[in-house]
C-alpha cells in the first residue's frame, strides 16, 4: 500500500534523494523545505505524487500546520522524517551565542516540532514511522564541531528514547547517522547572516573528500531499508560503521585522532590564507 510522506529539507541534499526514492517506490511525498523554489522544483521533477510545502522548522505552529493539512488531506500521515538541518563548526571561542541558538533552533527543535505535531496523529493511528537525520556527529564527538555536536547526539537520544515508548503505540522511531554525504552542507561557511569562523570559511568538501563521500541517493535506499525492517538506526556507509565501532571501543582515541585532523586542517587554511 502506498504511503504518506513528509520530508522536511526535502528540496535538497539527502531530503530530496529520499522525496524521490518515496515517490518511485509509489509513495505520496509532501516536500517541505523553507526554500520554496527548491521545494517547487522537486515536486515538479516528482510529478503527481508529491507535493511541495514551504515551512520553516524553527516555526512550531508552521509544522503542525503542515501535518494537519496532510492528515486532512489523505486521512492519514505515515511517515515523517524529520531531516531539515544545518552546519556550524568551528573553534568554540570564535563561535557567539547566536551559532548556537540558530543550530538549536533548526537541528533540534526542528525534530523536536515534527515529532511534537506527528507523534500524536500516528499513536491515534495506530501506525506510522517517524525518521529523525542525526550524523555521525552524533555517536562520535570530533572536536571543533560542538554546537554540531551538541545537538546531533540530542537527536540520537531523543529518538532512541522515544523508540522505546512508542512501542506501545505501534508507532516505529528511526535515527540516521550518515558519514560525509555529498550534499549542499559540505559547501556551506555556516549561516549567511552570522561571522564566519576560520574552519567553516571553505566549506568542509575538501576534508570530506580525503575520507569518501556516499551519495544521497545511496543513502536513501539505506534510509528506506531501514524503514521497512523498522531499524532503529540506520548508520551508514560501511567506513561510518567502523569509525563508529572504533569510537565505542575508545571514545576518547577516535575524538583525539579526529582533533589532531581538523587541527591540521586549520594550520592549512591558515597558511594558504
Same mark, same amino acid.
Given at each position: 500500500m502506498a504511503r504518506v510522506a513528509i520530508v522536511t529539507g526535502g528540496g535538497s541534499g539527502i531530503g530530496e534523494a529520499l522525496? #524521490?526514492?518515496?515517490?518511485a517506490r509509489g509513495d505520496t511525498v509532501i516536500v517541505a523545505d523553507i526554500d520554496g523554489a527548491s521545494a517547487e522544483r522537486v515536486a515538479s521533477d516528482i510529478g503527481s505524487r508529491a507535493t511541495a510545502a514551504k515551512v520553516?522548522? #524553527?516555526d512550531a505552529a508552521g509544522v503542525q500546520a503542515l501535518v494537519?493539512?496532510?492528515?486532512?488531506?489523505?486521512? #492519514?500521515?505515515?511517515?515523517? +522524517? %524529520?531531516n531539515a538541518g544545518i552546519?556550524?563548526?568551528?573553534?568554540a571561542l570564535e563561535?557567539?551565542?547566536a551559532h548556537w541558538d540558530r543550530i538549536i533552533d533548526i537541528n533540534l527543535r526542528g525534530v523536536?516540532?515534527?515529532?511534537?505535531?506527528?507523534?500524536? +496523529?500516528?499513536?491515534?493511528? #495506530?501506525?506510522?514511522?517517524?525518521? %529523525?537525520?542525526?550524523?555521525?556527529a552524533g555517536l562520535t564527538a570530533p572536536a571543533y564541531m560542538a554546537p554540531y555536536v551538541a545537538v546531533k547526539h540530542a537527536v540520537v537520544?531523543?529518538?532512541?528514547?522515544?523508540?522505546?515508548?512508542?512501542?506501545?503505540?505501534?508507532? %516505529? +522511531?528511526?535515527?540516521?547517522?550518515p558519514f560525509w554525504v555529498d550534499t549542499p552542507i559540505l559547501d556551506s561557511t555556516g549561516p549567511d547572516d552570522l561571522p564566519k569562523s576560520a574552519l567553516m570559511s571553505g566549506g568542509a568538501r575538501e576534508a570530506a573528500q580525503k575520507m569518501g563521500i556516499y551519495s544521497p541517493q545511496e543513502l536513501a535506499q539505506d534510509i528506506l531499508a531501514g524503514i521497512d525492517k523498522k531499524k532503529a538506526m540506520v548508520v551508514a556507509p560501511r567506513r561510518g560503521r567502523i569509525a563508529w565501532r572504533l569510537a565505542r571501543l575508545s571514545p576518547v582515541g577516535v575524538s583525539t585522532l579526529m582533533g589532531a585532523a581538523t587541527r591540521r586542517e586549520m594550520r592549512k587554511r591558515a597558511a594558504a590564507g
Open positions: 522525496c #524521490r526514492a518515496l515517490a520553516d522548522v #524553527r494537519d493539512d496532510t492528515v486532512a488531506q489523505h486521512g #492519514r500521515l505515515d511517515i515523517m +522524517v %524529520n552546519a556550524v563548526g568551528g573553534p563561535l557567539t551565542l523536536i516540532h515534527g515529532v511534537q505535531a506527528a507523534y500524536p +496523529v500516528m499513536a491515534k493511528q #495506530r501506525a506510522g514511522h517517524i525518521v %529523525n537525520t542525526a550524523s555521525m537520544g531523543l529518538s532512541m528514547s522515544l523508540r522505546e515508548e512508542a512501542k506501545a503505540h505501534d508507532v %516505529n +522511531v528511526t535515527v540516521v547517522c
